[in-house]
T-cell receptor
Framework: DAGVIQSPRHEVTEMGQEVTLRCKPISGHDYLFWYRQTMMRGLELLIY????????DSGMPEDRFSAKMPNASFSTLKIQPSEPRDSAVYFC????????????FGAGTRLSVL | AQSVAQPEDQVNVAEGNPLTVKCTYSVSGNPYLFWYVQYPNRGLQFLLK??????LVKGSYGFEAEFNKSQTSFHLKKPSALVSDSALYFCAVRAHYGGATNKLIFGTGTLLAVQP
């Protein structure tokens, strides 16, 4: 398996623009997680899905952030409008009970909002 | 409140010496504990986990961790450090909210620097 695949790896955009981050989980995994990592705040869980349904979105910072999982093999995290304070590395991870609940992380998307 | 604490922001050790990265936890129910490692510009990688059984858990790259219930600790150890072990290490515990979830609570991370 190729592991969790995230795209793009790097994104540079201007304040106010819409940003869409993409994630393909490991095939067969039924949990998908979105995290944000910054120097100031460390690793934060934004939202997670089980069987494509959002279970806990309490970490989503504000209404500018939204996440969807239209099917078992694809998820998006959208920021609209983006702000400089959204600059961070965003990680997607997937897991399953069959994988003993170990979360497998993608390589991340480094977002810079100018 | 459920939490994980990594009291050291950075640990420095000479190559060949033993290393310990500390972690303490607070969680309701039986703890499921994890260690992850993050190399520069990479995602987190699973190292090892404790669910039940032997208190000493062995993982990848020669790492091991000791579960201590009375001290609520799960310290990461390695008998002989390598320069290539230099990375950011995260301890995590599975959250319980009236039952187990798949949500992990991560510590703030400890930067391990191994000097040649």
């Amino acid at each position: 398996d190729a592991g969790v695949i995230q795209s793009p790896r790097h994104e540079v955009t201007e304040m106010g623009q819409e940003v869409t981050l993409r994630c393909k989980p490991i095939s067969g995994h039924d949990y998908l997680f979105w995290y944000r990592q910054t120097m100031m705040r460390g690793l934060e869980l934004l939202i997670y899905f089980n069987n494509n349904v959002p279970i806990d979105d309490s970490g989503m910072p504000e209404d500018r952030f939204s996440a969807k999982m239209p099917n078992a093999s694809f998820s998006t995290l959208k920021i609209q409008p983006s702000e400089p304070r959204d600059s961070a590395v965003y990680f997607c991870a997937s897991s399953s009970p069959q994988a003993k609940n170990i979360q497998y992380f993608g390589a991340g998307t480094r977002l810079s909002v100018l | 409140a459920q939490s994980v604490a990594q009291p050291e922001d950075q640990v420095n050790v000479a190559e060949g010496n033993p290393l310990t990265v500390k972690c303490t936890y607070s969680v309701s129910g039986n703890p499921y504990l994890f260690w992850y490692v993050q190399y520069p510009n990479r995602g987190l990688q699973f190292l090892l986990k404790y669910i039940t059984g032997d208190n000493l858990v062995k993982g990848s790259y020669g790492f091991e961790a000791e579960f201590n219930k009375s001290q609520t600790s799960f310290h990461l150890k390695k008998p002989s450090a390598l320069v290539s072990d230099s990375a950011l290490y995260f301890c995590a515990v599975r959250a319980h909210y009236g039952g187990a979830t798949n949500k992990l609570i991560f510590g703030t991370g400890t930067l391990l620097a191994v000097q040649p």
